[in-house]
Nanobody, 127 residues
Framework: QVQLVESGGGLVQAGGSLRLSCTAS????????MAWFRQAPGKEREFVAG????????YYADSLKGRFTISRDNARSTMYLQMNNLQPEDTAVYYC????????????????????WGQGTQVTVSS
C-alpha cells in the first residue's frame, strides 16, 4: 500500500495553467503505475492521464491530449500533472491513484481497479 498526497490545485481563469503534484510515501513508488482522475459535481470519476513505472510511456484521455502533460520523478516519489489552457469544464476535484502493476491495459483507465488514492485537490476554472 502507498499513501498519496495531492497539492497544487486552486482557482484559475480560463486559459490559465496549473501544475498538480502527487507525493507518495515509502520507497516503492517506482513499482506503481500512476494515474490522475478527476470528478466534477454530479459526475462519475473519470480518467485523465496515466504513466508507466519508468515514466517512459504516458496515456491520456482523448479529450485532454495536447493540453495536459503527466510526468513523474521516481527519485522524489512524485507525479505531476501540468494543465494548460484550462477551461471551465476542467473544474473538478483531481485525484492521484496508484496500482502495483507494470503492464498497461484498458483497466488502467477505470477508477474501480485502483486501491490507493489521494484525498484530492480542487481545481476551479472561472470563465
Amino acid at each position: 500500500q502507498v499513501q498519496l498526497v495531492e497539492s497544487g490545485g486552486g482557482l484559475v481563469q480560463a486559459g490559465g495553467s496549473l501544475r498538480l503534484s502527487c507525493t507518495a510515501s515509502g520507497r516503492t513508488f517506482r513499482t506503481y503505475f500512476m494515474a490522475w482522475f478527476r470528478q466534477a459535481p454530479g459526475k462519475e470519476r473519470e480518467f485523465v492521464a496515466g504513466i508507466a513505472r519508468s515514466g517512459g510511456t504516458t496515456y491520456y484521455a482523448d479529450s485532454l491530449k495536447g493540453r495536459f502533460t503527466i510526468s513523474r520523478d521516481n527519485a522524489r516519489s512524485t507525479m505531476y500533472l501540468q494543465m494548460n489552457n484550462l477551461q471551465p469544464e476542467d473544474t473538478a476535484v483531481y485525484y492521484c491513484a496508484a496500482r502495483p502493476v507494470s503492464t498497461y491495459d484498458t483497466t488502467m483507465e477505470q477508477a474501480h481497479y485502483y486501491d490507493d488514492w489521494g484525498q484530492g485537490t480542487q481545481v476551479t476554472v472561472s470563465s
